[in-house]
C-alpha cells in the first residue's frame, strides 16, 4: 500500500511550520484521527498555508467513527480560527462549520485586494 499513513503524515506536518507551502493536498491516503490531530495543532504556525484538502482519507470515510470524525472537525476548527491564512479546508463530508469558519479569511483576502477598500490594520495578519 502506498498511501501516505498517519506516522509519515505527522512527520510531514511539523516541517510544515517552516515551509512555504500554500496548498496542502493529501487526498485519497489512509490518514485517520491521529494525523488530522496532529496537523491541527500545527496549523496554526503554517502562516503560508491557504488551502488543505483532506478528502476521501480514513477519518472521513462512511466506515469511521462520528466520534473520531467529529473530533477531528473540531480540531481543525479551532486550528483554522487561529489562523487567517486559510481559506478552505476540504473533507469528503464538507463540514458546513469548518467551511463557515474559513469565510472570513476569504472576505478578508478578496477585500485586501480591492483598491480603497477597509483599512488593512482592521484586519489581523
Same mark, same amino acid.
Not at 510544515?16 to 493536498?25: A, E, G, I, V
Not at 480603497?116 to 495578519?125: A, E, N, T, V
Given at each position: &500500500?502506498?498511501?501516505?499513513? &498517519?506516522? @509519515? ?24 484521527? +491521529? ?11 503554517? /502562516? *503560508?498555508?491557504?488551502? =488543505? ?6 477519518? &472521513?470515510? *462512511?466506515?469511521?467513527? /462520528? ?12 486550528? =483554522? ?13 464538507? &463540514? ?6 474559513? @469565510? ?10 480591492? +483598491?480603497?477598500?477597509? +483599512?488593512?490594520?482592521?484586519? +489581523?495578519?
Amino acid at each position: &500500500d502506498m498511501r501516505l499513513q &498517519d506516522q @509519515h503524515f505527522m512527520a510531514m506536518v511539523e516541517t510544515l511550520p517552516t515551509s512555504c507551502l500554500q496548498l496542502l493536498n493529501v487526498q485519497g491516503n489512509d490518514i485517520r484521527a +491521529p494525523g488530522i490531530l496532529a496537523l491541527a495543532a500545527q496549523l496554526p504556525r503554517i /502562516k *503560508s498555508l491557504t488551502e =488543505v484538502v483532506l478528502e476521501s482519507n480514513a477519518f &472521513d470515510s *462512511s466506515y469511521a467513527p /462520528k466520534e473520531l470524525y467529529d473530533e477531528c472537525i473540531a480540531a481543525l476548527i479551532q486550528g =483554522v480560527a487561529r489562523n487567517p491564512s486559510i481559506e478552505w479546508v476540504c473533507t469528503s463530508r464538507l &463540514d458546513k462549520e469548518l467551511i463557515y469558519c474559513t @469565510h472570513p479569511n476569504r472576505v478578508r483576502r478578496h477585500i485586501s485586494t480591492i +483598491p480603497d477598500s477597509i +483599512p488593512i490594520g482592521l484586519w +489581523p495578519l
